[in-house]
Structure formats: C-alpha cells, structure tokens
C-alpha cells in the first residue's frame, strides 16, 4: 500500500514538473528581455529599463572564471572602439563573494556598467544560462537581438556590433 502511495505521488510531482517545463519557454531572438535591477559597483541599483535608447551588450561573468577572465582584456578593447557609439556594456557578475568581485573590478580597471546580481539567478534561468561567461545582445527597446552573442574576443563580434542600425 505504501508503494502504490508513494509511485501515486511521484507521477503527480513528474507530471508537475513536465507541465512547468513545458510552459517555461526558451528566450530567443526578437523576444522581450527579461528585466533585472541590480546594485552596481558603487552601490547605485541599475535596471534595464535604465538602459533604454541604447544597445546593450551583456557579459555574465565571475571572478573564479577562467574563461571570463581570459575576455575581460577584449571586452575593454571593444568597448574603446565603440566609445561614442549608442551600446553600453554591461557585466553582470555571479560571484558569491561580492568582495572578489568588487577587488576585481577595482584592480583591473574594469569599464562600462559592473553589476552583481547578488545571488539572484532569475536573470540567468530566465536565459537558461548553465555555463559562463554568457554574452547577450539587446536592441535599444530591451528586445534580444542574440541571447548567446559572440564573445568579444571573437573578432566578428565588433563587426556585428559596428553593422548595428543606428549604433
């Protein structure tokens, strides 16, 4: 009896768990951005809505990542040849340990819009992020141009961001 009891409830929470991930649709491109709010290195909450009227170029990153850090050098050279031009970039850190992070972004100089997300991971389940660093292209309204944008050491990524309409 306990068996038939407990097989009666794992197929009700499976059957949960296949419709809410059936309902979770997978963002792509033209779809609205979801929203974040999220304290930047001075203290000061920045949300995407903050952001509008320019193309946003996403960097979802952490200290303790290799790969992150092996872009930061190409995201800082982007963002000087786009100097001027109407994008912002913005990285959104997932470190646990807020204090790496800020040492980081410190030490290194780090430029453009420098979040953390605190621990929360809406953001990133909202784009099904499992792997970092993740980069992400908005168009000026917040909508996605590309939810798994070239890295910026990848030398198409300038190419793409320059061909932008109205950048």
Sequence with gaps: MRLKHYLSCMLI???????NAQEKKELKE??????FKYLDINGKEVSLSDL????????VWATWCGPCQYELPHLK?????????????????????????????KEQGLGGVQLHNGGDRE??????????????????EGKI???NMTRPSNPETEK???????I
């Excluded at 320019?54 to 960097?59: E, F, M, S």
Aim: aromatic content about 10%; overall charge positive.
């Design 13 to 19: 929470l499976l059957s949960f768990v296949t419709v």
């Design 145 to 147: 141009v590309n939810p």
């Design 30 to 35: 033209g779809d609205q951005a979801p929203t």
């Design 77 to 105: 050279e982007l963002e000087k040849k786009m100097h001027g031009k109407k994008i912002v970039f913005v990285s959104i850190s997932c470190d646990k340990d807020k204090a790496a992070w800020e040492k980081m972004v």
């Design 123 to 140: 953001f990133m389940t909202a784009f099904g992020i499992r792997g970092i660093p993740r980069f992400i292209l908005l168009d000026k």
């Design 52 to 59: 509008k009227g320019k193309y946003v170029y996403i960097d």
């Design 160 to 166: 793409t961001l320059k061909a932008l309409k109205g």
